[in-house]
Structure formats: C-alpha cells, structure tokens
C-alpha cells in the first residue's frame, strides 16, 4: 500500500468489512472483483488499479467508480463518502459549462470603452468565484479611476457592511439604521430597514462612480437577524441583494453562490485545465512545466485546492503537514489571523512589518504567496482557510495600539480580542450603540470581573434604551445585574432606567413608583442624574405640572451629559418650553433631535403641533414625518393614537374632513388605555361638530365628559381635558341650536341657550394660570360665547385678549373682536383690524377675515368690493368647507347678494354656500 494513500483506496479500504462472502464475480471486496464489476457498468477494468493505487484516469472512469462505491455504501447501509473535489467540479463544470475568461474579457472591454458593464455570475463553492473577481480586480487597479470596492458578504453582513460604509462616507448612517435592527419588531420593519441600508450603500456607491466587485455566499444574517425583503419575508442572499444590484449605477460584477429570481446571470464553470495551468503559472512563473502539470492533476478541477498545493509547493513543504507547523510560516499566519477580520480583511503592510520584525524584502516566496496585495499599501490573506483560529493576544494589543481611535471597528475588534476590557467599555461608555458592532459581547462578558461586567452592563442598558428595547432579553438581565451592583449608584440607576422604561410605554404611575428619591441622584455621575432628572420630568408632565417639569429639564441641560442623551435632553427642553408658551425655544430645541426613530418621531410631533398652534402650514409636514417614525419606531400604540388625533385635530384646521374622519378612526382603534380613549373620544367630538353633526358629538363628547370628570388619574391633566371637553360640549349645542358647525367662519347673532350657559360657567371655571393651553381655551370659549352676546357685551369680553404674545391667538381674538365690531355697526374699525394683522396661513384665519372684509365694506356700501372679495375667496386657496360655510354664513346678513346669482330654489345662504365651494 502507497505510504500516502489515494481517497479511492481509502473508499475501498473503509468498505471491505461490510463485503463478505462470494458471488458470481468472486470474492467481494477483492481486486479482481471490483474489475468485474466496473466493466458491468461499461467502464474499463483495467483503469481500477491506475485510479486506486495512482488517482490517475479520466474524468469518466473516475466518475464511474465513484457511482459504484456509492451504490456499495448504501447496499451495506453506509452513507456514501463525498466525492472527490474533482468529480465535484468536473460535474459542475458540465452543469455550468461557462468560460471565465470570456466574463473577464467582456467586462473590461466594456469598461474600457466607456460602457458600463453589469454582470451577475452564479457558481457553487471551488467554481472560482474569488479567482475571477481578483483578476479583474487587480486589472482595475490599473486603471487610474477604476480601483474597484470589494464587498464579501456571507454569514454575519454587518462585519463587511459597515467597513464599506465607511469607506463610502456613510458609516453614521448605516449603524444608525443597523442600530435599529430588533428581534422584537415585526418582520416587514426588519425588512424595511435591512432595504434601506442597501440602498443607503447603493447611492453612496452611484455617488463614488468606481466600479463594484461582490462576492456573496448563499445565506447570511444582518445583525443576528435573518435577511428579509420589503414584505417581511426571509430572504437568500441572493434574493435579498437584487433590489441593491439593481439600484446601482456603476459598473459591478458579482459573483453570487445561489441564482438571484429575475436579474439576468451567467453559470460559472469550473476551471478548465489551461485556466489551472494560467493560474499556478502567474503565481509561480518558475516552475518547472512538468510540476506544473503534476500539480494540475493533482488538484483536478478545484481552485480551492489548487491553491494550496501552489502554495504549499511555493513554501517546500509536504502538502499533508498543516501550513501553520511550519516554523518559518507560522508568525505570518498568526499575524494574517489576527489582522485581517473577516469584516475588514484588508490592513497595512507597515503593522504586518511590525509584527514580523522585518520588512517586506525579506519575506520568503511561500510567504508572499500567502499574501494578497490590494494596493495603497494594504495587504489580505490569500487564502483564509490556511489561517489558525487562535490568535495571541499580543498581536491583537499590537494592533490596538497602531490603529487610530477613528478607525473605530479595529479598535472595537482588537480591544475585544486582546482582552483589553478597559478599552473595550471606554469605548462603547462614549456612545453605547457601538455595541452594535460587537455582538455577543454580553454572553462574553459573563466571564469578567463583576466590576467589569457591570460597567458593561450600563452600556447595555443604555444602548437598548436608545432603541426602545427595554424588554430585550440582554437589557433585562443587565438591569437585574445592576440592581444587585455593590455600587449604590449602580442600584440607583438602574431603579432609573427600570423607571425609564415604565415612562417609555406610557406606565407613568408605575415609573414615579420606582423613581428613587431625588436627593439619591448626587451620588451619580452627570450623565445619569440628568437622565434621572428627565424621567421625573416626564411623570411631573404626565401629571400636569409643566412648571415643576421644566425646572427638572433646565437642571439636566445643566449637566455636561454625555454625547448619546444630548438628544433626549433636547426633545424635552422642547416639550417642556412648549407647555410653557416658549415657542422659539421649543423649536429650536427640537430641531436639534435626530437619528433615533422614537426621539425623532415625538420631536417631529411636537414640532408639527407647535406650528399647528401658531397657525403655520408646515406643520402638517412635521407631523407626518414624527407620526410615521413612532409607527416605524415601534412606539407604544397609545402613543400613537394621541399622535393620530392630534393629526386629525390639525386635519380639521386644514378643512380636509374625509382624511381627519380616517385618521380619528384609527386612533379610536389604536387607544388602549381609558385616559386615551377618552381623550381622543373627545377630538373625535369636535370633528364631528365641525363636519356637522350634532347628535354623533354629543355622544362621543358626553363619554369622554363623564370619564375625565370622574377619573382620579392624572388630576391636573385631567381637569384641562375636562375643560376643553366642556368647550367642545358648548360648540355641539351651538350646531344643535343654531346651526352653527365648528368651522370657520363664524359669524354671531343666534340664539343657542345651552351653548351660551355652558360657555358662561366653563369661563368661571377657568383658572387663572396662563400657560398656553388655558390662554387658548379661555380664547376659544370666549370667542364662542361673544357670537351669542350683543355686540358690546362681545366686545368687553373679547378686549383684554387682543394682545397675546402667541401671533395665532392674538389674530384668532382680533378677528373675533372684528367680528362684535360688524355686528355693532363699527364697519371702518372692523376692517382696521383686518388690515392690521400680519400676512396669514391657517386657512380658517384666512375665511374669518374674508367674512368680516365683506361685511364691513357691505356695510360701508361698497358693494362691488364686497363681492369682488368673494369671488377672490371662490378661487383662492380656501379648502371647499369653510368656502361653503363662509357663503352661508354671509347669506343669513346679506340678502342684496341673491341679485348676484343665478336663479335658484335653494335659500340665498345655501345657494351662496354652493356658488364659493364650487368655483368651477
């Protein structure tokens, strides 16, 4: 028997025990045997003891001996061996039968005349996926402008995703989308973020012009997550990159482990003997032609394999000995493993020159065979297989100490595998979502030192605080590791962010129960007692008492906090000052929120309910965008319904009924809690008033009434919802009475009793604080009431309104003023008011004072002017509600203005109300 033997005589070998016996053909198991058996099947006998003694024969007798032992293994109840690496190919190369240099040649001929080639080649493992994708690379890099980016994607993708986005110029942005990422979301937000970090790259990849080289492997996961598409559905990795290749713009060539469903692609063959030959030739130009032949048959039609013998032939060494026991080539391979991540396997030649002690020039030929060279001073593996898996320490501590902090991955990724803990949780204690890039680290970190397991699991914490993840598995148990801290300020603050995360979802009841004492915070460092400080502000805020939640926000602004809460401060230094009627604070404030979905999403909110409040049209822009980031974000949905009839509530502003009548109906689907449900009840109350319909009101408002006039919960918020409730109650019976809907304009002289008494006693009731919300209420009460009073009763009740510091109030009272002031006979100073206000927006403004122009210039005699104010309110921008209700509020005043219409059995109030609503 040969002293290294064949896999064929190993196959025979392992199989004889299970042949016993004779038959027709002779003793099973025997030489002669299998010969007579192998010219059964109509190959020839005398190829059996070339193949099994020498591994020498054709492809076809190989194949077919390899069909009988495995048709032997199952008879004996065995499973077949896998088949030699070149029956593998050579059946491959059947099934793809393409010729890589064909793709080679194409690709740069197209380049080179200015087109823009985009290719996908398909091929299973040792097809030459690699081989192909480096020769074109290495002739890109002769291009001047062509260097091509090379992305290797399998298994984990965020390990070579973010190191490309970084050299594209969007690192921020893909972790932050990456950061998002959540095993708790449903499957179509997984989905959407993974496509939007594609695409992401792929307008960072259009924008750099420079051709894409990428390898993918049949699966892989993004952040622990299996891949998904835009309908939530798992995805291959082929399936997955498709809208990605599509997308792009540059030229690329992928070469792909599995067909991707409908871009066009080419099968990859395997390597054809010459393409062997070229392949041990370019990396061994001196080698004899007869090894050079020797080692193509040894190696069949594998590349895979073909390059280890190459190698191994250029170090010297028998190819069964493992490349890492040789003494000359172990440092390199240790110093290649330790260097070269899979995620970023490129990295100077000067750190390797370091690690080795020597340069370059003194590397050996099977050395630099082991190396691949990128270019602009980098270096790779050649072949990653080769390399051992465990790595010193030392090498990975040399690395740390030469990578830049602003090479952040290496310094992450070393600092990890040196073992350099105190590195490791500076690091990710500067901005917690850096544990993005580190998975696992938290089951690691069950071996350190209970300080050290600590410290990290504050960055845990923290970092699924960011997220809204405070129900992740990982968060739970650092939290408990925390409250059982030695630290009493660990266990201070984590009973914090325990309180933040009943805040988070609403439980504010439950969150004041865990918040610790307020004198305990001294013990913490700045960074947490601001964070503590924001929770108490948000359950003073819950509760009603937005001058003790500012004081609590203006004290964590104070702190120098550390860079990943700056945004958290700001959105509530926003919400606070917004309570307050401190409009240009809060918007400047506010502003300042981004990158996470569920901060972004309530700073948008608040940014659209502020412009809203001021009567500006951009609000409904803001709105959007923070309604669609909470939904994304995973907001609890309680939140969302108040955020969705807040948008309806602005909806009606805008006079768009059937979109406010949608978004009303959702929210009243959304709301979980009572305290919601009656809040958006009682929105829903008011629309209905508005769109007109008296007895759906008073139902919804009746329900909503009753539950904040009898809750205890939130007692200083429950009593302004009580009140504005009331309010809306008084505008229902003004429609029920008078006929008079909630929207503009409005126009006084109507007899409403109800309305009137309920209006009365809710100003009575009004306390006098002047936070925005009560000054908008006493307005809004006000405003109603004096349409029910005589002119100067009005008057007097409107006056000391008229010099509000909010733009849109002290407009909404001038008008109304302007109003008492047509009804009185005033007609001059009416239209003086109008006159004086600023340039307006809000389109319910914008009828009220159309409404009084024409009165008073009617009442002045100017006739032609009145109407040519109408028919400029007929073609303006006015929604058609409050152009329909500003012609029938005008026809109940102006009967000379039939003269102007056509013949109509409709009464002049409608009949005008149609002739402005429909201009056409």
Same mark, same amino acid.
């Given at each position: 028997?040969?002293?290294?033997?064949?896999?064929?005589?190993?196959?025979?070998?392992?199989?004889?025990?299970?042949?016993?016996?004779?038959?027709?053909?002779?003793?099973?198991?025997?030489?002669?045997?299998?010969?007579?058996?192998?010219?059964?099947?109509?190959?020839?006998?005398?190829?059996?003891?070339?193949?099994?003694?020498?591994?020498?024969?054709?492809?076809?007798?190989?194949?077919?001996?390899?069909?009988?032992?495995?048709?032997?293994?199952?008879?004996?109840?065995?499973?077949?061996?896998?088949?030699?690496?070149?029956?593998?190919?050579?059946?491959?190369?059947?099934?793809?039968?393409?010729?890589?240099?064909?793709?080679?040649?194409?690709?740069?001929?197209?380049?080179?005349?200015?087109?823009?080639?985009?290719?996908?080649?398909?091929?299973?493992?040792?097809?030459?996926?690699?081989?192909?994708?480096?020769?074109?690379?290495?002739?890109?890099?002769?291009?001047?402008?062509?260097?091509?980016?090379?992305?290797?994607?399998?298994?984990?993708?965020?390990?070579?995703?973010?190191?490309?986005?970084?050299?594209?110029?969007?690192?921020?942005?893909?972790?932050?989308?990456?950061?998002?990422?959540?095993?708790?979301?449903?499957?179509?937000?997984?989905?959407?973020?993974?496509?939007?970090?594609?695409?992401?790259?792929?307008?960072?990849?259009?924008?750099?012009?420079?051709?894409?080289?990428?390898?993918?492997?049949?699966?892989?996961?993004?952040?622990?997550?299996?891949?998904?598409?835009?309908?939530?559905?798992?995805?291959?990795?082929?399936?997955?990159?498709?809208?990605?290749?599509?997308?792009?713009?540059?030229?690329?060539?992928?070469?792909?482990?599995?067909?991707?469903?409908?871009?066009?692609?080419?099968?990859?063959?395997?390597?054809?003997?010459?393409?062997?030959?070229?392949?041990?030739?370019?990396?061994?130009?001196?080698?004899?032609?007869?090894?050079?032949?020797?080692?193509?048959?040894?190696?069949?039609?594998?590349?895979?394999?073909?390059?280890?013998?190459?190698?191994?032939?250029?170090?010297?060494?028998?190819?069964?000995?493992?490349?890492?026991?040789?003494?000359?080539?172990?440092?390199?391979?240790?110093?290649?493993?330790?260097?070269?991540?899979?995620?970023?396997?490129?990295?100077?030649?000067?750190?390797?020159?370091?690690?080795?002690?020597?340069?370059?020039?003194?590397?050996?030929?099977?050395?630099?065979?082991?190396?691949?060279?990128?270019?602009?001073?980098?270096?790779?593996?050649?072949?990653?297989?080769?390399?051992?898996?465990?790595?010193?320490?030392?090498?990975?501590?040399?690395?740390?100490?030469?990578?830049?902090?602003?090479?952040?991955?290496?310094?992450?990724?070393?600092?990890?595998?040196?073992?350099?803990?105190?590195?490791?949780?500076?690091?990710?204690?500067?901005?917690?979502?850096?544990?993005?890039?580190?998975?696992?680290?938290?089951?690691?970190?069950?071996?350190?030192?209970?300080?050290?397991?600590?410290?990290?699991?504050?960055?845990?914490?923290?970092?699924?605080?960011?997220?809204?993840?405070?129900?992740?598995?990982?968060?739970?148990?650092?939290?408990?590791?925390?409250?059982?801290?030695?630290?009493?300020?660990?266990?201070?603050?984590?009973?914090?962010?325990?309180?933040?995360?009943?805040?988070?979802?609403?439980?504010?009841?439950?969150?004041?129960?865990?918040?610790?004492?307020?004198?305990?915070?001294?013990?913490?460092?700045?960074?947490?007692?601001?964070?503590?400080?924001?929770?108490?502000?948000?359950?003073?805020?819950?509760?009603?008492?937005?001058?003790?939640?500012?004081?609590?926000?203006?004290?964590?602004?104070?702190?120098?906090?550390?860079?990943?809460?700056?945004?958290?401060?700001?959105?509530?230094?926003?919400?606070?000052?917004?309570?307050?009627?401190?409009?240009?604070?809060?918007?400047?404030?506010?502003?300042?929120?981004?990158?996470?979905?569920?901060?972004?999403?309530?700073?948008?909110?608040?940014?659209?309910?502020?412009?809203?409040?001021?009567?500006?049209?951009?609000?409904?822009?803001?709105?959007?965008?923070?309604?669609?980031?909470?939904?994304?974000?995973?907001?609890?949905?309680?939140?969302?319904?108040?955020?969705?009839?807040?948008?309806?509530?602005?909806?009606?502003?805008?006079?768009?009924?059937?979109?406010?009548?949608?978004?009303?109906?959702?929210?009243?689907?959304?709301?979980?809690?009572?305290?919601?449900?009656?809040?958006?009840?009682?929105?829903?109350?008011?629309?209905?008033?508005?769109?007109?319909?008296?007895?759906?009101?008073?139902?919804?408002?009746?329900?909503?009434?009753?539950?904040?006039?009898?809750?205890?919960?939130?007692?200083?918020?429950?009593?302004?919802?009580?009140?504005?409730?009331?309010?809306?109650?008084?505008?229902?019976?003004?429609?029920?009475?008078?006929?008079?809907?909630?929207?503009?304009?409005?126009?006084?002289?109507?007899?409403?009793?109800?309305?009137?008494?309920?209006?009365?006693?809710?100003?009575?009731?009004?306390?006098?604080?002047?936070?925005?919300?009560?000054?908008?209420?006493?307005?809004?009460?006000?405003?109603?009431?004096?349409?029910?009073?005589?002119?100067? #009763?009005?008057?007097?009740?409107?006056?000391? +309104?008229?010099? $509000? %510091?909010? =733009?849109? &109030?002290? !407009? *909404? /009272? @001038?008008?109304?003023?302007?109003?008492?002031?047509?009804?009185?006979?005033?007609?001059? #100073?009416?239209?003086?008011?109008?006159?004086? +206000?600023?340039? $307006? %927006?809000? =389109?319910? &403004?914008? !009828? *009220? /004072? @159309?409404?009084?122009?024409?009165?008073?210039?009617?009442?002045?005699?100017?006739?032609?002017?009145?109407?040519?104010?109408?028919?400029?309110?007929?073609?303006?921008?006015? =929604?058609?509600?409050?152009?329909?209700?500003?012609?029938?509020?005008?026809?109940?005043?102006?009967?000379?203005?039939?003269?102007?219409?056509?013949?109509?059995?409709?009464?002049?109030?409608?009949?005008?109300?149609?002739?402005?609503?429909?201009?056409?």
């Amino acid at each position: 028997m040969p002293e290294a033997p064949t896999p064929w005589l190993r196959y025979l070998e392992d199989l004889r025990p299970h042949l016993r016996g004779r038959d027709h053909r002779g003793r099973r198991g025997s030489l002669r045997w299998l010969e007579t058996l192998m010219g059964e099947r109509g190959g020839r006998a005398g190829t059996v003891r070339n193949i099994l003694y020498k591994d020498l024969g054709s492809p076809e007798e190989k194949e077919r001996l390899y069909g009988v032992f495995a048709d032997l293994y199952r008879e004996a109840g065995l499973e077949p061996p896998p088949p030699p690496a070149e029956l593998f190919l050579e059946s491959a190369r059947k099934a793809l039968g393409r010729d890589k240099r064909r793709i080679f040649r194409r690709f740069l001929k197209e380049l080179e005349a200015g087109e823009r080639p985009q290719m996908a080649v398909v091929g299973g493992p040792a097809t030459g996926k690699g081989v192909l994708l480096s020769a074109i690379g290495r002739a890109l890099a002769a291009l001047p402008g062509r260097e091509p980016f090379l992305l290797n994607l399998g298994g984990e993708l965020a390990q070579a995703l973010v190191p490309l986005a970084e050299g594209l110029g969007v690192a921020e942005e893909v972790r932050g989308l990456l950061a998002q990422l959540s095993p708790t979301q449903p499957y179509i937000l997984q989905g959407a973020l993974q496509q939007e970090v594609l695409a992401l790259l792929a307008q960072a990849l259009n924008r750099a012009g420079r051709p894409l080289l990428l390898r993918a492997e049949a699966e892989g996961t993004l952040e622990g997550l299996p891949l998904r598409g835009p309908d939530g559905a798992k995805r291959g990795l082929a399936t997955w990159l498709e809208p990605f290749l599509k997308t792009l713009t540059v030229p690329y060539l992928a070469a792909l482990s599995e067909p991707p469903p409908t871009l066009p692609h080419q099968p990859l063959s395997p390597p054809s003997r010459e393409e062997a030959r070229r392949f041990v030739r370019e990396r061994l130009p001196h080698l004899p032609p007869e090894r050079l032949e020797a080692l193509v048959n040894q190696a069949g039609r594998n590349f895979g394999e073909l390059s280890r013998l190459v190698l191994l032939e250029a170090a010297k060494h028998d190819p069964q000995t493992p490349l890492q026991d040789d003494p000359a080539l172990r440092p390199l391979l240790l110093a290649l493993a330790a260097f070269s991540p899979e995620a970023d396997p490129a990295f100077p030649l000067e750190l390797l020159e370091k690690a080795l002690g020597r340069p370059l020039e003194r590397l050996s030929q099977a050395e630099r065979a082991l190396l691949d060279w990128v270019g602009e001073g980098l270096v790779r593996p050649a072949l990653r297989s080769l390399l051992p898996e465990e790595t010193p320490r030392a090498l990975h501590r040399l690395a740390l100490e030469f990578f830049p902090k602003e090479n952040l991955f290496r310094k992450l990724y070393h600092a990890r595998k040196a073992w350099e803990t105190g590195v490791l949780l500076e690091l990710v204690q500067e901005d917690p979502t850096r544990l993005a890039l580190l998975p696992g680290l938290w089951e690691e970190a069950r071996a350190w030192p209970r300080e050290d397991q600590e410290a990290l699991a504050a960055a845990v914490v923290r970092y699924r605080a960011v997220l809204g993840q405070y129900a992740h598995p990982e968060a739970e148990e650092a939290l408990k590791v925390l409250s059982q801290a030695q630290d009493p300020a660990l266990r201070t603050w984590a009973r914090i962010k325990g309180a933040e995360a009943k805040a988070d979802a609403a439980l504010y009841r439950e969150a004041e129960e865990l918040l610790p004492p307020k004198a305990d915070l001294r013990h913490l460092d700045e960074t947490a007692q601001a964070e503590g400080l924001l929770v108490m502000a948000a359950v003073e805020r819950w509760k009603g008492d937005y001058e003790r939640a500012a004081r609590f926000v203006e004290e964590a602004e104070s702190l120098p906090v550390a860079p990943f809460l700056r945004d958290r401060v700001q959105l509530w230094r926003g919400l606070v000052a917004k309570d307050l009627g401190r409009y240009a604070e809060a918007l400047a404030a506010l502003a300042q929120v981004g990158h996470d979905p569920l901060l972004l999403g309530r700073a948008r909110y608040q940014m659209g309910d502020l412009l809203m409040r001021l009567g500006r049209l951009e609000a409904r822009a803001h709105m959007e965008e923070g309604l669609k980031a909470l939904e994304e974000g995973g907001a609890p949905r309680d939140e969302v319904a108040r955020v969705r009839a807040r948008y309806a509530t602005l909806l009606r502003r805008l006079g768009l009924y059937e979109e406010a009548g949608r978004a009303i109906r959702r929210a009243l689907e959304e709301a979980l809690d009572p305290f919601t449900q009656a809040r958006v009840a009682s929105e829903a109350g008011i629309l209905e008033v508005a769109r007109g319909r008296p007895f759906e009101a008073l139902a919804l408002l009746e329900r909503a009434e009753a539950y904040f006039r009898r809750t205890e919960e939130r007692p200083k918020e429950a009593r302004y919802r009580h009140l504005r409730t009331l309010f809306r109650l008084g505008a229902a019976y003004l429609l029920l009475e008078a006929g008079q809907p909630y929207r503009p304009p409005l126009l006084g002289g109507q007899e409403a009793p109800t309305a009137r008494g309920l209006l009365a006693r809710l100003l009575e009731e009004l306390p006098g604080e002047n936070t925005d919300r009560y000054t908008a209420l006493r307005l809004d009460a006000a405003g109603l009431l004096a349409l029910l009073l005589p002119p100067e #009763e009005g008057k007097a009740l409107l006056r000391p +309104l008229l010099e $509000l %510091e909010n =733009p849109y &109030l002290r !407009a *909404q /009272a @001038r008008l109304g003023y302007a109003e008492v002031l047509v009804r009185g006979g005033s007609y001059g #100073e009416a239209l003086g008011q109008v006159v004086a +206000l600023p340039p $307006l %927006e809000d =389109p319910g &403004l914008l !009828a *009220q /004072a @159309r409404a009084v122009e024409v009165l008073a210039l009617l009442g002045l005699g100017e006739k032609e002017a009145a109407w040519a104010k109408l028919e400029e309110a007929r073609r303006g921008p006015l =929604p058609p509600p409050f152009r329909f209700q500003l012609g029938r509020a005008l026809g109940r005043f102006c009967p000379e203005l039939h003269l102007r219409l056509p013949p109509s059995p409709l009464a002049l109030p409608e009949a005008l109300g149609f002739h402005l609503a429909n201009p056409d």
